[in-house]
T-cell receptor
């Protein structure tokens, strides 16, 4: 069965540190890739998405992600985190051609210390 | 910015009771979805709905679950006879076209006691 793996359950960083959250998926066909963020008490918000083209995708709030097809990965990065980035981050995959349902990873909780 | 609205934000129900979770998708969206997230676990797809019928459903979406778009604006998820393991956060989402423009609601936390 198709799956999405996020290997880091909880990441703790100090402000200004660089961030990289891993995401791997298991599916050999065409995929569409997403990163969502969930701030405490709020709904899932789209950070960025990849459908095709340049594998380096820039999203909101200074986040970016790189699609590496050979590694089945879509890691999320930010050069310098802020306290306000404290949230849970979810990687999600849509299998190309499906009706749109997303397969989510388990999420990575990011805590940024001021 | 348009929002997907879910009500109530928190519902407590007794085991065996029926519960209806309500969602108002974005008005010009055509695809509607329900997901759930059991505490500490991943967000899981339940069902997608398009053109007034279910287009896909997961193994979780068994006969205890049903969805309806009763009046052209609301999109509801009904759980017929709730079990303790149905306790979760339920998210509604809508999109204009499949995975494009996906927007999630803020969720309903269902607690079955």
């Amino acid at each position: 069965a198709q799956s999405v793996s996020q290997h880091n359950h909880h990441v703790i960083l100090s402000e200004a540190a660089s961030l990289e959250l891993g995401c791997n998926y298991s599916y050999g066909g065409t995929v569409n890739l997403f990163w969502y963020v969930q701030y405490p008490g709020q709904h899932l918000q789209l950070l960025l998405k990849y459908f095709s083209g340049d594998p380096l995708v820039k999203g909101i709030k200074g986040f970016e992600a790189e699609f590496i097809k050979s590694k089945f990965s879509f890691n999320l990065r930010k050069p310098s985190v802020q306290w306000s980035d404290t949230a849970e981050y979810f990687c999600a995959v849509n299998l190309g051609g499906s009706q749109g349902n997303l397969i989510f990873g388990k999420g990575t909780k990011l805590s940024v210390k001021p | 910015e348009p929002e997907v609205t879910q009500t109530p934000s928190h519902q407590v129900t007794q085991m065996g009771q029926e519960v209806i979770l309500r969602c108002v998708p974005i008005s010009n969206h055509l695809y509607f979805y329900w997901y759930r997230q059991i505490l500490g676990q991943k967000v899981e797809f339940l069902v997608s709905f398009y053109n007034n019928e279910i287009s896909e459903k997961s193994e979780i979406f068994d006969d205890q679950f049903s969805v309806e778009r009763p009046d052209g604006s609301n999109f509801t998820l009904k759980i017929r006879s709730t079990k303790l393991e149905d306790s979760a956060m339920y998210f509604c989402a809508s999109s204009a076209q499949g995975y494009y423009g996906y927007t999630f609601g803020s969720g309903t936390r269902l607690t079955v006691v």
